[in-house]
């Protein structure tokens, strides 16, 4: 029989194995080194499964396995969830519901991971293809081991008002692109420019300097137009790209500047005790 103690005890190991980010020297747990090699295994037979045959031996041999990883992924997450409570701030259900709220997107991402797919394999033999395309979100799993990727959703985090924004200019550009060159080119080209929709083809290509080349203006008002919108373009367009490139590089100096300023206070308290 398992005492309060030893419940206490098995509940701090798999926190610890869960939740800590680095063990000393820079080393990851051996839990997460396991569900990381897990993660990576799931994306990698995902990626074959595509190729194989539906029904052969090999596609029947891949399921279960995947099959197997689902509940690998739903034990994770009701350890990760029963674990916390070894901090006594998370203890009972308000403090289960605050760790909730401050990891709600990596526990959502946690979930979408196996809950879905699962759910559907306990009424059917096998999931769909749009159920199993979920299983690529166990990529933003990787996030939860490494500081840098978590860096990198922080800084998203931060600015993602200024995304909105931006955002919005392109798509914005992009319709008022569409809708002039379908003033200007539908009556010369009504199979390609002959509406909204289909001159939406031709802004993509266009904002984002793809240009495929199969749709293009011809009277001398299209190209004027289109040239403006390409230039116009992709500085719109690129827009995004800066504005997460400068909140990651203030996210990266402000944890340089943590960094710096433990290692310092490490020597203080040392000489103090």
Known sequence: MVTAEGRRSLRR??????????????????????????????????????????????????????????WVFAAEFAVRLWSVGAEARFRGGRGLWAYVRANGFMLAVDFLAFAPELVWLAFAPT?????????????????????????????????????????????????????????????????????????????????????????????????VAAGFFAVIGVGTVALPSGIIAGAFIEKYRARRQALAARSADAPTAASSG
């Open 13 to 70: 190991i798999a926190f610890e194995q869960l939740e800590t980010e680095r063990l000393e020297g820079g080393k990851l747990s051996a839990t997460n080194r396991i569900l990381v090699f897990v993660i990576l295994l799931s994306i990698g037979l995902y990626t074959a499964e595509t190729e194989i045959a539906a029904g052969s031996d090999d596609a029947v041999a891949i399921g279960r396995i995947n099959e197997a990883l689902l």
């Open 127 to 223: 999931s769909p293809s749009f159920l199993r395309s979920l299983r690529v979100v166990r990529l933003l799993k990787i996030a939860r081991y490494y500081p840098s990727c978590r860096l990198v959703l922080a800084a998203l985090r931060s600015c993602y008002q200024e995304l909105l924004v931006a955002l919005s200019l392109s798509a914005a550009l992009w319709y008022l692109s569409s809708v002039t060159l379908y003033v200007l080119e539908s009556d010369e080209q009504p199979e390609k420019f002959g509406s909204i929709l289909r001159a939406m083809w031709w802004g993509v290509a266009t904002l984002t300097t793809v240009g495929y080349g199969d749709v293009y203006p011809q009277t001398i008002g299209g190209k």
